[in-house]
DNA sequence: ATTGTATGATTGTCCGACAATTGTTAAGAC
DNA sequence: GTCTTAACAATTGTCGGACAATCATACAAT
């Protein structure tokens, strides 16, 4: 005799969000659109408004749906990468990844990444790349505004790519990379000048559509930023967060 | 008189969350930890238990805290690999990917992971290696077994990485490979061979710890893939699902 | 040691209610 | 006719209570 499989028994409010994630999926309910009232959703599915509301925040916490502004209906809506990327990084963050692995995990991402930005970057690209590199270049003090800059630096090269899978893989990596780098450029001098150079030629050889040489220098940025970690003393073994 | 700035008021089941979030993330509750039931924890915030719930609803869906089987009571968990990428792949599937921007990333990310793979590997991540290109070897009919061996052996790779974060940002490419590749491996008639004997090539090479040739050859693999689907009429402009 | 029974705790779902805010429509002003 | 404004309806956020089903636990019976 063959064994009992568990029964899949899901609570209604997960088969309510099932339901309605399944729509919008498939496109049957499209970006911008609005959702029936909570009253009108919970009279169709047969049963309760507290369970509608259940399911919405599922959908709402998915990114699936959210409320426009000062309005009050829940719209459909595409998950926007920012939060996505910030899941993605408050999971690995939780899983105790390292530093050498997000530092592994750069080393490998993002030359081609700046290849590929080098390759297929527009004029508004370059300057976003630009007006990056200045900011970062002109703030000599505050660390926080430092950090966030050398972040939208990385940020504006993924955008470059035109490659929403890359630039979307691309983000976690960025927001798991601030803490260390938050933790090591006030620690280590000559940081600063060296992040900046290498922005400097990295920017240069994009905007040259050098692929090759944006990967190198890419490549000697991210060797810079682990050199940088052994002179602050971070164990790079150690858990991020 | 300085003007008020206006003030970023939550929703109730909003700031539950975020709280208990914070809790979490902060390891103030660790992984296992039992919540405590939704009357209590309604009573200590001082909200109804409907709008904890809606609180709960979000944690759950983002990962945080999950049912034991068979259990009744909710336990902080840790986001699972399997669905932060579910989110992420269905993320950029809403957002009209193409397949060459998901064969781009591929192109760019799977030599270094099969590299990292070949440096990194235990007997036992060989050993899941070889049994999934066993299976897909030996499976020359099902398509959707064929599929889903091809997927559990880039899976296998990357779990050789011994690097979540690879490991992670890994994940959502196969999960959105694997459309393109049910089109194209029923279309193409030598895709199968050539995928096996690119796995064998590979696996090879990852067992003799020979990085370089594992880049390489997965090199190889994926621009068969392109080659796969072009000869399949798979137009790569075209968006994914 | 396993099976059955009793009891309490907890969740899933429902119902109804109400204030606050938003959306809509009708009346009035120019 | 168009714009403003006032009244009204619709919708959400939150609350309170209710109940059945299920789970956890302890205890008795075989």
């Known amino acids: 005799m063959s064994e009992f499989a568990p029964l899949p028994l899901a609570p209604a409010y997960r088969q309510v969000a099932a339901v309605i994630t399944e729509r919008i999926c498939s496109r049957a309910l499209r970006e911008g659109e609005r959702l029936p009232p909570e009253t009108e959703l919970a009279r169709q599915l047969g049963v309760n408004r507290s369970t509608v509301r ?7 916490c998915s990114g699936l749906i959210e409320r426009r502004p000062g309005s009050k209906r829940m719209t459909v809506s595409r998950p926007r990468h920012g939060e996505v990327a910030r899941d993605v990084s408050r999971a690995l963050a939780l899983h105790d990844v390292t530093f050498l692995e997000v530092w592994e995990a750069l080393r490998h991402f993002e030359p081609p990444i700046a290849a590929t930005a080098a390759a297929a970057h527009t004029a508004a690209d370059l300057e976003r790349l630009v007006d990056a590199h200045n900011l970062f270049a ?15 630096y990385f940020r504006a090269l993924g955008a470059a790519t035109h490659n929403q899978v890359l630039a979307l893989v691309h ?6 990379l601030e803490p260390s780098l938050r933790a090591m450029i006030d620690e280590v001098p000559q940081a600063r000048a060296r992040i900046g150079a290498a922005q400097q030629r990295i920017t240069q050889a994009v905007g040259a559509r050098d692929a090759a040489t944006a990967s190198a220098w890419m490549a000697r940025h991210i060797r810079d930023f682990r050199t940088g970690y052994e002179l602050a003393g971070i164990d790079l073994g150690h858990r991020i967060g």
Chains 1, 2 share one sequence.
Not at 138 to 152: D, F, K
């Open 138 to 152: 002109g703030e000599n003090r505050a660390t926080e505004l430092a950090v966030r800059h050398t972040a939208e």
């Open 171 to 176: 983000e976690p990596l960025i927001q798991l």
């Open 54 to 60: 259940e399911a919405l925040r599922e959908l709402e």
